[in-house]
């Protein structure tokens, strides 16, 4: 199974299983995620979700094959659903980033309330290096968080980043060795858990009240450019490049 649903003390864990892919993450997934995130809010025994990974990578971002052969059709697709239940989901989530996080590996992160990662751990957001543009509303989080220039200039250029700048950059809280990484943030996520869920609930929702509908409507707008853009000549070329151990050639294109 590519995600795992596991319970304890109060939190639901939603974990990635796909370590021979690098977590990479396929239409299955994307509904199984949105699903667990589902029954996590529906249920009153659930206080906090826990967002994290096996192996060394978070996730190497969207399945590279589901792009080239399978796009997302609509607002409807999986990886929509995912988008809008994490980005509206009303309890705490905490996630473990234990390594390489990639596109929607990083942009999913900007809709944790606490996000803490291994050392080692490398971010980027190759959007326009695949011919593709930011999702998940991180056109409008980002460069909000992490100040315009230095949200361009990874959104632009798509370079990796480490662990200290996206701590500067305001979208993890901390740095832990990777040994020590899931015994912290599952602590973490106990001791919330232990607290008063309707305080939890009322203090998160009084944080993201003046921008929900923004990033609604924010990651509307990317979705449709994004659809667009998906099955456009210049990203069948950067995934077809990617599967073919090559460097893709832009030059062709205008
Ligand atoms: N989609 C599909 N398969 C992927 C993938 C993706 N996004 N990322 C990695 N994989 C696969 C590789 O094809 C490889 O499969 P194989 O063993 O059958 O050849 C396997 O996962 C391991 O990946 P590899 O590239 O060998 O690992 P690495 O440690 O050298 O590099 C990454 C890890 C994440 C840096 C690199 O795999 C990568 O750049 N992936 C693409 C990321 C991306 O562009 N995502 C989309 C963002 S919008």
Known sequence: MDILIERADGVLSIVLNRPDKKNAITAAMYQEMADGLYEAEKDPTVR???LRANGSAFSAGNDLDDFLNDPPKGLDA??????RRISAFPKPIVAAVP???VGIGTTMLLHCDMVYAASTAKFSLPFAQLGLCPEAASSLLLPRTAGYQRAAEKLLTGEAFDVNEAIAMGFVNGALEASELDAYVQNKAKKLAA???SSLRVTKALMKRSQSSE???RMETEAEQFAQM???PEAREAFQAFFEKRKPDFTRFE
């Not at 999986?78 to 988008?83: G, R, S």
């Open 48 to 50: 906090v979700t826990l």
């Open 99 to 101: 390594g390489v996080a």
């Open 195 to 197: 607290l008063p869920a």
């Open 78 to 83: 999986p990886v929509f659903q995912f988008l």
């Open 215 to 217: 990033v609604t409507a």
């Open 230 to 232: 998906l099955i456009a």
